[in-house]
């Protein structure tokens, strides 16, 4: 099994630029993928941003060239890097692992809450 922390809340102003981590532990050598994912209210859950084990990445077009997603094996560490900030960025952050040691499986962690004001 993998748990997963994610940190790095906050409120920052439209424009503006907020970094948040997740930290992996537990079975983290059968990690294949990671992601960042968020959901606003009254809207669905969305995936932002996600890293292969190879290190491909993919993002939705609505943060493409703002925001950034990379991984540190050594540490264990996912980080999403979001600049120029929108009012509709707004919302709770989550990071997401796939396992493949036995089987594939999908673990989250609680999620981070970012607003941006506009």
């Known amino acids: 099994q993998v748990q997963l922390v994610e940190s790095g809340r906050g409120l920052v102003q439209a424009g503006g630029s907020l970094s948040v981590s997740c930290a992996a532990s537990g079975d983290t050598i059968c990690i294949s993928a990671m992601a960042w994912y968020r959901q606003a209210p009254g809207k669905e859950r969305e995936r932002v941003a996600v890293?292969?084990?190879?290190?491909?990445?993919n993002y939705a077009d609505s943060v493409k060239g703002r925001f950034t997603i990379s991984r540190d094996k050594l540490k264990n560490r996912l980080y999403l890097q979001m600049n120029s900030l929108k009012h509709e960025d707004t919302g709770g952050y989550s990071c997401?692992?796939?396992?493949?040691?036995?089987?594939?499986?999908?673990?989250w962690g609680q999620g981070t809450q970012v607003t941006v004001s506009s």
């Open positions: 890293i292969t084990s190879g290190g491909s990445t």
């Open positions: 997401s692992a796939t396992t493949s040691c036995q089987g594939w499986a999908d673990y």
